[in-house]
């Protein structure tokens, strides 16, 4: 710790510098320094440019940090011990650089992983890194009723996925001895070029054409997986899936997607939630909508309906006199939600009463309502709204 240089000493900048001069200073840096700008240099030069490259990486993780750079003005090296070796995961390269990065191209996880030998993503004994491929992701969708939403379901989802091939253990070949290391990219899964310009030496990285970007030659590829590793196998899977869920909704299943390549951990099963039409009920959110179609009379004296629910049924009053497009309001007797969320109780239950009129009518029906016209108690009575509104109407006119 006592042979460490300053770190604003490092990067060329003052205590004082702001967040953007330290990011172009170490900007500079990287652009002088980096290790891949002197590929073709002795070992002498590329050591000196690995060694500079660190340090200024070093210095750049520890004061880009907030908390970290608070404790080193305090402090000084001490404030941060263990905490500053070059912590690329924390520095956004393409933040800095752009997208492009500068011209290097490529993958960034990759290329900081072979970055520097032996110290960053390389085995003792020079090998490379075995490089990790994740398995991709599988969408499916489920069709649930009102009534599995309303309880929550279990469902056996079929789904066709890549999994370890079984005669070679997802290996890609018989034997361990025939995985070799890719002797074009030397397990990078990267090809490097070198294009000349009046402006100096542009290095890109491409995927290997060699391997296709795996880093692995299979010199006795499995008969049965074609040295991928991995076959096509139709499996169902259990999907848990809770009350109150809605439609749209994306439920994950982790680690039920496809495999990766050579025993790569699993992608996630995606499954979408498609709501089926229900017969009697609409739904939004948690409430639920039901119409009630009454007769004239019983909409005129009262009566006592049964209306349907999702786990059972409920006795419901029609006051006398009940109009066409009144709405009663079951508490409680909706949907329920999700929970574990904010509002996770059960939603209503509306009931819309409608009143049907018959469109004929006998002789002694008809009499019985010509007899009842002119009884002011079957006349509506005027709204004062719609008065003043007449009122209004006549002055215009």
């Keep these: 710790m006592a ?19 330290i990011k172009a200073a170490y900007k500079q840096i990287t652009l002088k320094w980096h290790p891949y700008k002197h590929v073709n240099d002795s070992e002498e030069e590329k050591k000196k440019a690995e060694e500079i490259f660190k340090e200024a990486s070093e210095a750049y993780s520890v004061l880009s940090d907030p908390d970290k750079k608070a404790k080193y003005d305090r402090f000084g090296h001490a404030g941060i011990d263990g905490q500053g070796a070059p912590d690329f995961s924390n520095i956004n390269f393409e933040d800095i650089f752009g997208s492009g990065f500068g011209g290097f191209g490529g993958g960034l996880n990759d290329f900081l992983n072979n970055m520097f030998g032996g110290g960053f993503g390389r085995r003792s004994g020079g090998q490379p890194q075995e490089r990790v491929f994740r398995g991709r992701d599988i969408r499916t969708r489920v069709k649930l009723s009102l009534e599995e939403i309303a309880r929550g379901v279990e469902k056996d989802v079929s789904i ?29 899964g990267q090809e ?5 310009s009046i402006f100096g030496q542009t290095i890109t990285y491409t995927t290997c054409s060699h391997c ?14 074609g040295g991928t590793g991995v076959v096509r196998k139709r499996v169902s899977v259990k999907v848990n899936i809770p009350a109150g869920v809605e439609n749209g909704m994306q439920l994950t299943v982790p680690e039920a997607g496809h495999s990766g390549q050579w025993n790569g951990p699993k ?46 049924s409920y006795k419901v009053k029609v006051e006398p006199g009940t109009q066409s497009g009144s709405i009663v309001r079951l508490k409680g007797r909706g949907m329920p939600g999700l929970k574990n969320y904010s509002g996770s109780g059960n939603g209503d239950l509306y009931v819309k009463f409608l009143v049907w009129i018959p469109r004929k009518l006998s002789r002694n029906e008809r009499e019985v309502l010509e007899g009842m016209r002119n009884n002011e108690s079957f006349r509506p009575a005027p709204n004062r709204d719609d008065r003043d509104l007449f009122e209004k109407m006549k002055e215009n006119f």
Aim: glycine share 10%; aromatic share 6%; with cysteine.
């Design 192 to 196: 490097q070029r070198i294009a000349s």
């Design 3 to 21: 042979n460490k240089r300053d770190y604003y000493e490092v990067l060329g900048v003052s205590k004082n510098a702001s967040a953007d001069e």
């Design 267 to 312: 992608g996630d099963l995606l499954v979408l939630i498609e709501e089926l039409p229900h017969p009697y009920f609409v739904r939004q959110g948690k409430d639920l909508f039901y119409t009630h179609t009454l007769s004239v009379t019983d909409a005129m004296l009262g009566t006592e309906i049964t209306v349907p629910g999702l786990d059972s």
């Design 160 to 188: 066709e996925r890549s999994e370890p091939c079984p005669d070679c253990g997802g290996r890609g070949a018989k034997n361990a001895s025939d995985v070799q290391t890719c002797s074009h990219c030397k397990g990078s």
């Design 212 to 225: 296709g970007g795996t880093g692995k030659e299979i010199k006795n590829p499995c008969r049965t997986c």
